[in-house]
C-alpha cells in the first residue's frame, strides 16, 4: 500500500502539469489533463471517472525585449530610458482561470480527457491624452469568458498492473475554437473620445484555430521513495490568422496586422517524493519552460504574434485524503526572452533593403510583459466502479 500511495502521488503531479499563460505571450492554459489518479494504482481503471477543477492566477508587468529588462516601462520608477523619461507605462496583465477536467477509464492503459476552460482577463495600460486637455493616465479594459474547449486521449506505454517503477503515458488531442477571439471593449482615446476595440490577443479567451496538440509524460523510481518525472507537449495550430485586426499595416507588410493563431509548447521535468508516516504529502521541484515559437510548424506565417519562453523553477505540493486531492504548484520565472516574431523580422529585411551602409542596417524586435510567477491551484476527486 506505501508504493502505491507513493505511484498515486507521482501520477498527482502530472496531471496537474499544465501550461501557464505568461502575459503578452500569450501561452494559453494547455495540455496535463492525463487522467493518473486511482484508489489502487496510478491509472484510472475501465470505468472510473475523474473530475477536478484547476484555478490559476498571475499578473505580468515585467516588459523584455530579447532577455533584456525594459525598467524604464515598470510604474514604479523602474528606471530611465534612452530618451531620459521614466516612461512607467508597463502594460499590465492581470488573468484568472479556471478548468473543469472530466476524465474517463475506457480501459486500464485509455483514458478519456474534456477540459472546459473560463478565463477573465484586464490588461491595464498607459493613455498620453491630447485632447480635451494633455494629461496622462492609466485604465483598463477585459476579456472574459469561455475558453478554448480541448478533449484528448491518453494510453500507456506499459502495462500498469506491470510496471510498478515507472511508465510512459502518450496522448493526442484536439483543441477547439470555442473561445472567442474578438472581444471588445469600450477604450477612451487620445482625442478624448472613446470607442469599442478588439481587445489584445493576449487577454482574448480563445485563438480562433482548431489545433491538434501531441503529449508525452512519464516517471521513474530512483531511490526509495524519490522519483523523476517529465512531461511535454506541442499544439500544432496551422491556421494562419483569425481574422481579427490588430492595427493599420505597417507600409509594406500588409497581414502581419491581423491576429496569428499561434502554435505552442510546454516542457517539465524534475523530482518528487512522499513525506510523512502517511505517505499522503507529496512535494515536488522541477524545472520548466513554455512558450510560443515565432514560426508555426505547419500553415502559413504572415500574421501577428509575440513569440517568446520563459524557463521556471516549479514547486509543488499535493496532498490526497481519501478520494480527494488538492494541489499548489508555483512556477517562478527566472528567465524571460521575447524573441523576433516573423512580423519583426519582414519589417527589418524591409527597412535594411533601403539602406546601402552595413554600418547603419537596423535591428527589429518587439517587446512583451511577462509575469514573475503564477498560482496553481487544483482539486480532483475519483468516482470508482471497484466499491472496494
Not at 521614466?86 to 472530466?102: E, K, P, T
Not at 479594459?141 to 498492473?161: C, E, K, M, Q, T
Not at 485586426?245 to 505597417?250: E, L, N
Given at each position: 500500500?506505501?508504493?502505491?500511495?507513493?505511484?498515486?502521488?507521482?501520477?498527482?503531479?502530472?496531471?496537474?502539469?499544465?501550461?501557464?499563460?505568461?502575459?503578452?505571450?500569450?501561452?494559453?492554459?494547455?495540455?496535463?489533463?492525463?487522467?493518473?489518479?486511482?484508489?489502487?494504482?496510478?491509472?484510472?481503471?475501465?470505468?472510473?471517472?475523474?473530475?477536478?477543477?484547476?484555478?490559476?492566477?498571475?499578473?505580468?508587468?515585467?516588459?523584455?525585449?530579447?532577455?533584456?529588462?525594459?525598467?524604464?516601462?515598470?510604474?514604479?520608477?523602474?528606471?530611465?530610458?534612452?530618451?531620459?523619461?521614466?516612461?512607467?507605462?508597463?502594460?499590465?496583465?492581470?488573468?484568472?482561470?479556471?478548468?473543469?477536467?472530466?476524465?474517463?477509464?475506457?480501459?486500464?492503459?485509455?483514458?478519456?480527457?474534456?477540459?472546459?476552460?473560463?478565463?477573465?482577463?484586464?490588461?491595464?495600460?498607459?493613455?498620453?491624452?491630447?485632447?480635451?486637455?494633455?494629461?496622462?493616465?492609466?485604465?483598463?479594459?477585459?476579456?472574459?469568458?469561455?475558453?478554448?474547449?480541448?478533449?484528448?486521449?491518453?494510453?500507456?506505454?506499459?502495462?500498469?498492473?506491470?510496471?510498478?517503477?515507472?511508465?510512459?503515458?502518450?496522448?493526442?488531442?484536439?483543441?477547439?475554437?470555442?473561445?472567442?477571439?474578438?472581444?471588445?471593449?469600450?477604450?477612451?482615446?487620445?482625442?478624448?473620445?472613446?470607442?469599442?476595440?478588439?481587445?489584445?490577443?493576449?487577454?482574448?479567451?480563445?485563438?480562433?484555430?482548431?489545433?491538434i496538440s501531441v503529449e508525452v509524460q512519464g516517471f521513474k523510481k530512483i531511490y526509495k521513495s524519490i522519483y523523476?518525472?517529465?512531461?511535454?507537449?506541442?499544439?500544432?495550430?496551422?491556421?494562419?490568422?483569425?481574422?481579427?485586426?490588430?492595427?493599420?499595416?505597417?507600409?509594406?507588410?500588409?497581414?502581419?496586422?491581423?491576429?496569428?493563431?499561434?502554435?505552442?509548447?510546454?516542457?517539465?521535468?524534475?523530482?518528487?517524493?512522499?513525506?510523512?508516516?502517511?505517505?499522503?504529502?507529496?512535494?515536488?521541484?522541477?524545472?520548466?519552460?513554455?512558450?510560443?515559437?515565432?514560426?508555426?510548424?505547419?500553415?502559413?506565417?504572415?500574421?501577428?504574434?509575440?513569440?517568446?519562453?520563459?524557463?521556471?523553477?516549479?514547486?509543488?505540493?499535493?496532498?490526497?485524503?481519501?478520494?480527494?486531492?488538492?494541489?499548489?504548484?508555483?512556477?517562478?520565472?527566472?528567465?524571460?526572452?521575447?524573441?523576433?516574431?516573423?512580423?519583426?523580422?519582414?519589417?527589418?529585411?524591409?527597412?535594411?533593403?533601403?539602406?546601402?551602409?552595413?554600418?547603419?542596417?537596423?535591428?527589429?524586435?518587439?517587446?512583451?510583459?511577462?509575469?514573475?510567477?503564477?498560482?496553481?491551484?487544483?482539486?480532483?476527486?475519483?468516482?470508482?466502479?471497484?466499491?472496494?
Amino acid at each position: 500500500m506505501k508504493k502505491i500511495i507513493i505511484l498515486l502521488s507521482v501520477g498527482l503531479v502530472l496531471i496537474n502539469a499544465t501550461a501557464n499563460a505568461q502575459g503578452c505571450v500569450a501561452v494559453r492554459q494547455m495540455g496535463g489533463v492525463t487522467a493518473m489518479c486511482s484508489e489502487n494504482s496510478y491509472n484510472l481503471a475501465k470505468g472510473d471517472i475523474q473530475v477536478g477543477a484547476n484555478y490559476r492566477r498571475f499578473h505580468s508587468w515585467r516588459h523584455f525585449v530579447g532577455t533584456e529588462e525594459q525598467k524604464q516601462r515598470q510604474n514604479t520608477g523602474g528606471g530611465i530610458g534612452a530618451d531620459g523619461i521614466d516612461h512607467g507605462n508597463a502594460v499590465n496583465i492581470y488573468s484568472h482561470a479556471v478548468d473543469l477536467n472530466f476524465s474517463y477509464g475506457l480501459s486500464g492503459r485509455v483514458q478519456l480527457n474534456l477540459t472546459l476552460p473560463w478565463v477573465s482577463n484586464e490588461r491595464s495600460q498607459v493613455l498620453r491624452q491630447t485632447l480635451p486637455v494633455k494629461d496622462t493616465f492609466r485604465y483598463s479594459v477585459f476579456a472574459r469568458g469561455l475558453g478554448d474547449i480541448r478533449v484528448s486521449a491518453n494510453y500507456w506505454v506499459f502495462d500498469p498492473h506491470k510496471a510498478q517503477t515507472g511508465n510512459l503515458v502518450v496522448g493526442l488531442g484536439l483543441k477547439l475554437n470555442t473561445g472567442k477571439h474578438d472581444v471588445t471593449d469600450l477604450a477612451p482615446q487620445s482625442n478624448g473620445t472613446k470607442r469599442i476595440a478588439v481587445m489584445d490577443q493576449a487577454i482574448q479567451p480563445g485563438d480562433g484555430g482548431i489545433g491538434i496538440s501531441v503529449e508525452v509524460q512519464g516517471f521513474k523510481k530512483i531511490y526509495k521513495s524519490i522519483y523523476a518525472f517529465a512531461n511535454g507537449y506541442y499544439l500544432f495550430n496551422p491556421k494562419e490568422s483569425n481574422g481579427t485586426f490588430k492595427s493599420k499595416a505597417d507600409s509594406g507588410l500588409a497581414g502581419y496586422n491581423v491576429y496569428a493563431c499561434p502554435d505552442q509548447y510546454f516542457a517539465r521535468a524534475g523530482f518528487m517524493g512522499s513525506v510523512g508516516k502517511a505517505k499522503n504529502l507529496t512535494l515536488s521541484l522541477a524545472g520548466r519552460m513554455e512558450g510560443i515559437p515565432a514560426y508555426d510548424a505547419f500553415g502559413g506565417q504572415v500574421a501577428y504574434r509575440r513569440p517568446g519562453y520563459v524557463i521556471a523553477i516549479e514547486s509543488g505540493i499535493t496532498y490526497r485524503s481519501g478520494k480527494h486531492t488538492f494541489t499548489l504548484f508555483v512556477p517562478y520565472n527566472i528567465a524571460k526572452n521575447r524573441i523576433q516574431s516573423a512580423a519583426d523580422i519582414a519589417k527589418q529585411n524591409m527597412e535594411n533593403s533601403k539602406i546601402s551602409d552595413p554600418l547603419q542596417k537596423i535591428h527589429v524586435q518587439g517587446d512583451a510583459a511577462f509575469a514573475d510567477y503564477s498560482i496553481n491551484l487544483g482539486y480532483t476527486f475519483r468516482i470508482s466502479k471497484n466499491i472496494n
